[in-house]
């Protein structure tokens, strides 16, 4: 394994843990630049010794040289509505699709694929940037890669927790002809389009963003912790799907489905050991500096509409964003024809579906952004104010375990793995776990008890 070397800015980023791991610099110098996965299964770049950086650093999504979220906002989406939560908009749905079976096979709503679909059957695109499995399952299980029919795009439906990269595809697509939509998460939209300011080849080909409403980004280990437990090593894992519409239940209670060395298994999701996604186990340390929940610069954004009053449909639901009035259009159009079962949604319903990651990455990230600077530790600029105080003195606690959480699950994992055993793994995060569990007594008992069945779990 090859190791992040440089002395600037950038490897600052990189060493700092504030790196996603995007590809954008390895988008602008490919040949110097190369994505590799670090030793607990994050992508990273690897830098050379000598390096200019000044377009490096206007790209990266985590540098204070690019354009923030606000400002590339106002270039593309100058009319229209804002919200200090949601960023610019035009219009706010809930629903699904109705047509085809975009919905069973999507992990909501089914939107994302239809959007895609839909711009390329009206011929506004000729081919769709998203993420689909990869072809060596042992290397990368999911990529960057190129569709040009409904088809294919439907193969690539579904949320894939896994790291991606986006060098490799952008570099094929400087010199493909045709005009595509990009997809992907925040700070990969944020850099792309970061990109597409810099090269002109790039911004002349991707003609549409479409943005997924992010909680943050996992490292392999998530796969693999999901796979170890159906009985497939760490190594083994040949396919899995993060989001198995199961047919009763809340819509939360989707399942997993992983196949690698003879092994098939579907479960439901809360039946595996640390797929409880407020534990953030196997978080970038990058998400615990984002502000962009709604993809504030894709055209639109589409994800979950974790709403009372869908929760109790297992087919999903999505709230989406739109931004752009022609993408507007084509959803107006495809209402009147019933072909989408949407309904106007409130910004504060829009806001309520992603309350718990807004609270995260608002009031959580003021309080660690002052946690760097008591520190004297550098941390990039964000949209929020440094300030100790946003949280009180019992959501400190929370964000400070959190953090453990988080650190620790890499650490445990790699160990486990090395050793050949997940128990070592779950007994390590044991007592996190109980503090954890302890600081939710009262709040909320209903996360407390769900700690308390993986520690009973644990035990049985």
């Not at 790209?59 to 919200?83: H, I, M």
């Not at 219009?91 to 994302?112: A, L, N």
């Not at 953090?403 to 055993?421: F, K, P, Y």
Request: proline share 4%; charged share 25%.
């Amino acid at each position: 394994m090859k190791k992040a070397m440089g002395s600037g800015m950038l490897a600052q980023i990189v060493k700092g843990g504030f790196c996603i791991g995007c590809g954008a610099c390895a988008s602008v110098i490919p040949s110097k630049i190369s994505m590799e996965f670090d030793g607990y299964g994050l992508f990273k770049p690897v830098l050379p010794e000598q390096l200019d950086e000044e377009e490096l650093l206007n790209v990266c999504p985590f540098a204070d040289e690019g354009s923030n979220e606000d400002q590339l906002a106002e270039l593309f989406f100058p009319k229209g509505k804002k919200d200090v939560h949601l960023g610019h908009y035009e219009s706010i749905y809930t629903g699904h699709v109705t047509e085809g079976d975009y919905r069973s096979r999507g992990s909501s709503g089914g939107v994302v694929s239809w959007i895609l679909a839909e711009l390329l059957k009206q011929g506004l695109v000729d081919g769709v940037i998203h993420v689909k499995a990869g072809p060596s399952p042992t290397d990368r299980l999911f990529e960057y890669t190129i569709s040009t029919s409904v088809e294919e795009v439907l193969a690539g439906a579904k949320s894939k927790y896994y790291p991606i990269e986006m060098s490799r595809v952008m570099d094929e697509i400087r010199t493909r002809e045709g005009r595509f939509v990009f997809v992907g998460i925040p700070c990969f939209i944020k850099a792309a389009r970061n990109l597409a300011c810099l090269d002109p080849e790039i911004n002349k080909r991707i003609r549409y963003y479409v943005g997924l409403v992010c909680g943050h980004l996992k490292s392999k280990a998530f796969a693999d912790c999901v796979a170890w437990q159906a009985g497939i090593e760490p190594g083994k894992l040949e396919s899995v799907d993060f989001r198995v519409k199961l047919p009763a239940g809340r819509v939360s209670e989707y399942g997993i489905k992983v196949c690698g060395d003879g092994v098939e298994k579907t479960a439901p999701v809360a039946s595996y050991y640390g797929t409880d996604w407020g534990l953030g186990f196997f978080k970038y340390s990058a998400c615990e500096y984002c502000d962009d929940v709604f993809a504030e610069t894709a055209d639109v954004a589409v994800g979950d509409a974790w709403l009372a009053k869908y929760m109790d449909d297992p087919l999903g639901n999505s709230v989406v964003i739109s931004r752009t009035g022609d993408l507007d259009n084509l959803i107006q159009i495809a209402l009147k024809e019933t072909r989408l079962n949407f309904v106007e949604c409130s910004v504060e319903d829009a806001v309520e579906s992603q309350s718990g990651g807004l609270r995260h990455r608002r009031d959580g990230l003021s309080f660690r952004l002052a946690m760097k600077r008591d520190a004297g530790e550098w941390a990039p600029l964000k949209r929020v104010p440094v300030n100790c105080n946003a949280v009180g003195k019992h959501r400190r606690k929370i964000y400070a375990l959190r953090e453990d959480l988080r650190v620790r699950s890499h650490e445990l994992w790699r160990d486990a793995v090395a050793q050949g055993d997940f128990n070592y793994f779950r007994k390590g995060m044991r007592n996190l776990l109980n503090r954890y569990s302890r600081l939710y007594v009262s709040f909320p008992r209903r996360l407390a008890r769900k700690i308390k069945l993986l520690l009973l779990g644990e035990k049985g």
